[in-house]
Every structure is written in structure tokens, then in C-alpha cells.
């Protein structure tokens, strides 16, 4: 059990909750249709083909939907962080079950390792 005190933490955890959604939305606001909406002729079997307007397009919408991948992995991190909080378990390492220093945990609110086992888990 944690014997920090979670409030700063809390606060610090759903401002980034609010700023990822956020930029999900925005996410969502560039491309609100598919590929094919976007390209509209461009993007038909015609004559009028722009293999560049094409290849740009879909490149930009590969990369929003990259970020929006990782953007959502981080939530669901924040999520956890939070229900750690809520079910008292924030704040101790999951894998040796020590305390998770309080200048961890501000530099990486949503951290589930100490940072001895966080070295070992980048290691492999």
C-alpha cells in the first residue's frame, strides 16, 4: 500500500487524461471521413490521378492514426494510474511491490515500476 499522498498526483493525472483526449479529438477533427472522402477525384480511377496528392494523403493519415494509436496506449496508462490511485495500490512497483519514488512519479504519473525495475524490463 502507497503512503504517499495522491491528491498532486490525481490533479497531474487527469490534466494529461484532458490534454490526450483532447488531442484525440484533434485527431479526429483532420480526418473526419475516410481516404476515399478525402481524395474525392483525386483519388478516383479517372484520368485524373495524382499519384502525389495520393501518396501524401495517405501517408498523413497513416501517421495521425500512429499517433492516435499511441495516444490512446497512453490513456489507457493514465486510466490505470488512476484506478491504482482509487484502489489505494498507486505509488508501489507491481513487480517488487516498493515504493515508486515521489520524483518518478512526477516526471512519469502514470509509472507502474521503480526505476531499478524499470531498468531491468528496457533491458529485455
Known amino acids: 500500500m502507497s ?18 483526449k483532447s488531442a484525440i479529438e484533434h485527431l479526429h477533427q483532420e480526418h473526419p471521413g475516410n481516404l476515399e ?18 501518396a501524401t494523403a495517405t501517408f498523413d493519415r497513416e501517421l495521425d492514426e500512429g499517433l492516435e494509436e499511441g495516444a490512446q ?25 516498493k515504493p515508486i519514488g515521489e520524483d518518478r512519479l512526477r516526471a512519469r504519473p502514470s509509472a507502474t515500476l521503480c526505476i531499478d525495475d524499470q531498468r531491468l524490463a528496457d533491458r529485455g
Not at 480511377?45 to 495524382?50: K, Y
Open 3 to 20: 503512503t504517499i499522498d495522491t491528491s498532486e498526483f490525481r490533479t497531474l493525472l487527469e490534466q494529461e487524461r484532458a490534454r490526450i
Open 73 to 97: 496506449h497512453t490513456l489507457e496508462q493514465v486510466e490505470r494510474a488512476l484506478a491504482r490511485i482509487e484502489d489505494g495500490t498507486y505509488g508501489t512497483c507491481e513487480r517488487c511491490g
Open 37 to 54: 472522402d478525402e481524395l474525392g477525384e483525386v483519388g478516383g480511377r479517372g484520368s485524373d490521378n495524382h499519384l502525389g496528392d495520393m
